[in-house]
């Protein structure tokens, strides 16, 4: 069962963007496990709300969805190889040895600072990555897991991030003295402007080792091609996109990584053709099939179902088969498959058909 994240944070489901920040601010503050009467539990419960709704895409999510979505199972690494068609690499480069700086996402960092005078240490929120995948129309009515190859920075597997050689000695970084950060001076025209920046020598960890990692060479982290499986919901619509917490570019000297957003692109079929959670096909039948009344075969997803068209069926009309169509992406049931009916005129006579056709205009 999810939770309620409007609920959380005292505000109703159309509540603006504004609203949401001024709720959180409140619930932030109310709750921060700094002050007295703080709730950990609360605090971390308004923060998981507030991450959900300011953000309009994963807002959109949870509000269609009733939650925002984990990765199907956890990503594997994988080196090199068979990577195809995702290149994020002009997304926060991981430079060796230098400091950089995420600059994205991480709403909720701008209120802590305010709020607490930029006391919070520590990184950034890693960037989102957005991805697209492409499935077919079958996909849509049973739903899908893609595994997807995403190109991004994680943690190194061989220091888990520290930047130190398994055993090596711990020391304080002598450079920053621990901060993470210096402070960089500029003159400018309107004066010196103190700026800080990330400590080059410890990546901004405060901490350097007698040894550094001999795989990530110290820095902590590195990129490369990271599998993930996503789990496609049935029912879901051509451009719509599922937010994956935490699979993003992994987060600054742990602070949280940023989300993989895949926006999902469904094939065309030749078939069928959706229609809200409706399929629409048609089906050609004869004159005499018209006149006369006929079942036959008509071909929905699940399958061929007999379909009965009544005796004077005119071109144009549309019957119903009830529940065949699209998987409703919120609570149950499915849309209905229509059939058009198109009645065919005969292009070429035999001698046969010909003499009955023409007794049939002396009758009428
Ligand atoms: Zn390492
Ligand atoms: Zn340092």
């Keep these: ?180 950060h210096v402070q960089k001076t500029m003159q400018t025209i309107l004066g010196t402007i103190a700026q800080q920046i990330v400590c080059n020598d410890c990546n901004g960890k405060g901490k350097t080792f007698d040894k550094k990692c001999s795989k990530c060479k110290g820095v902590g982290h590195y990129r490369e091609e990271v599998k993930e499986s996503v789990d496609i919901p049935a029912g879901i619509n051509d451009g719509q996109s599922i937010a994956i917490s935490g699979k993003g570019e992994i987060g600054q000297n742990g602070a949280p990584a940023g989300d993989l957003i895949v926006t999902v692109h469904v094939k065309s079929d030749n078939r069928f053709v959706r229609d809200g959670y409706d399929i629409r096909t048609t089906s050609h039948i004869n004159f005499a099939q018209a006149a006369l009344g006929d079942k036959i075969d008509v071909e929905t997803v699940d399958g061929i179902v007999k379909m009965k068209v009544p005796a004077g069926t005119q071109s144009g009309e549309i019957y119903k088969i009830r529940g065949k169509g699209v998987p409703k992406l919120r609570g149950i049931g499915r849309g209905d498959h229509l059939v058009e009916i198109i009645v065919d005129v005969p292009t070429k006579l035999s001698r046969k058909e010909r003499k009955i056709i023409e007794q049939l205009k002396d009758l009428q």
Excluded at 126 to 154: A, H, L, M, N, P
């Design 1 to 180: 069962m999810s939770k309620d994240f409007y609920e959380i944070l005292g505000v109703s489901k159309d509540a603006s963007d504004a609203e949401i920040k001024k709720a959180y601010r409140k619930m932030a503050h109310k709750y921060h496990p700094d002050k007295d009467g703080g709730d950990e539990a609360k605090f971390k419960e308004v923060n998981e709300a507030y991450q959900t709704l300011s953000d309009s895409t994963k807002r959109a999510q949870y509000d269609q969805f009733g939650q925002t979505f984990n990765g199907a199972t956890g990503g594997s690494s994988t080196s090199g190889g068979g990577f195809g068609g995702f290149d994020f690499s002009n997304f926060g480069q991981a430079t060796g040895g230098q400091g950089f700086e995420f600059n994205f996402g991480g709403g909720a960092e701008d209120i802590f600072s305010e709020m607490f005078g930029g006391g919070r240490r520590g990184g950034r929120r890693g960037r989102d990555i957005q991805v697209d995948v492409e499935i077919d129309f079958f996909e849509v009515i049973k739903g899908t897991i893609k595994e997807i190859s995403v190109y991004k920075s994680v943690e190194c597997s061989r220091c888990n991030g520290t930047g130190g050689e398994p055993g090596a000695k711990e020391e304080t970084c002598k450079t920053c003295g621990g901060s993470g």
